[in-house]
């Protein structure tokens, strides 16, 4: 039987790597993501596997020890990847946003410096803009930089940092008000600064502490956690491409390829979710027969796997449109928009058609509903996505009376 969701046009080297992906998943990741979930166990054996293949560097070029690849193939990776377990996919994308901002906008020291251990995973990044009272207005941020000599004093608290414990590099957005005068628009005068820091909790470097682990409902085994800094110093060297007021800027080019990561994400829990749905109803039997033998059911599965299908071509789309170079921002939020979207209707059809199975911890759909609601929030909510793309469409279909 043919799988949903095929992409045409692909390498023979891309699907070479989509198939090495796809069978790790099949074999290291599906027989242990739902136990593993269920202690919320970070899942140590399953990262140094995905190391081992290389997918710590998939985008990062050659000439640091990355395979170069594109976000097409890296989008879809994270597709086979969040079919197994959507929690390890989360610890692939903050590192390759960090990795991805460090690529386009870094000094030459700066990818010199950290690129080729990324590449290699033994640096693991993580990237920080929320805090506790900001919500999806950046520009809001509150913690900042302030310059003392040569290097940068930072205070502030951050919020839903990703791999806040494991990661070892964390790109920061702070206001830096020095060399912006009074008035200035607030981002313009924000930074992204790149703060190394020992893995683990607690104070993580003088002036840096990492509380313990945020409990969720989904979205478990990787970390989430605040971030605290206190009199953090910071070398001005450490300023994301040498200079202050960059640092809005360079955050949303690397959450706007983070957006098609999570409608990647979407899709390949989408997918895993129609794949429980369509074998659960072929072997539960109701009034005689398999219950997929029902037009009720069968009209489910039907829109389903057209869903599957759409949300698949939305995110290739998006990544094939930034892989060419040109602004991709309405193509990223529909996609993202779109998929995560669809991936919630998609799990609640599948756990509808386990019945009362569906509510039991045995059956792995229960896992999936609880993790598909984080993709509608993650990366900027829906309200935000349909702000972005209703601006993007009056740019092009300016009104000319």
Known sequence: ?????????????????????????????????????????????????????????????????????????????????????????????????????????????????????????????????????????????????????????????????????????????????????????????????????????????????????????????????????DGLRIPADRVLGGKTGRGFYQMMDGVEVGRVNVAARGCGVAQRAFELGVSYAQQRHTFGKPIAQHQAIQFKLAEMATKVEAAHAMMVNAARKKDSGERNDLQAGMAKYLASEYCKEVVEDAFRIHGGYGFSKEYEIERLYREAPMLLIGEGTAEIQKMIIGRRLLEEYRFQG
């Open 1 to 229: 039987m043919a799988r949903l969701a095929q992409t045409a046009g692909l390498t023979d080297i891309q699907r070479e790597i989509l198939s090495t992906v796809r069978d790790f998943v099949d074999k290291e990741i599906l027989p242990v993501a739902t136990e593993l979930e269920h202690r919320d166990e970070y899942p140590q054996a399953i990262v140094d596997g995905l190391k081992e293949l290389g997918l710590f560097g998939l985008m990062i070029p050659e000439e640091y020890g990355g395979l170069g690849e594109s976000l097409l193939t890296y989008a879809l990776c994270v597709e086979e990847i969040a079919r197994g377990w959507m929690s390890v996919s989360g610890i692939i994308n903050t590192h390759f946003i960090v990795a991805y901002m460090l690529k386009q906008h870094g000094t030459q020291e700066q990818k010199d410096h950290f690129l080729p251990r990324m590449a290699a995973g033994d640096i693991r990044g993580a990237f920080s803009m929320s805090e506790p009272a900001l919500g999806s207005d950046v520009s809001a941020i509150t913690s900042k930089a302030v310059k003392d000599g040569d290097e940068y004093v930072l205070t502030g608290q951050k919020m839903w940092l990703t791999n806040g414990g494991t990661s070892s590099l964390v790109a920061v957005l702070v206001r830096s008000d020095e060399g912006h005068p009074e008035g200035t628009a607030p981002h313009k005068s924000m930074t992204t600064f790149l703060v190394e820091k020992e893995p683990g909790f607690g104070e993580v470097r003088p002036g840096l502490t990492i509380p313990g682990k945020i409990d969720k409902m989904g979205y478990k085994g990787v970390d989430t956690t605040e971030l605290i800094m």
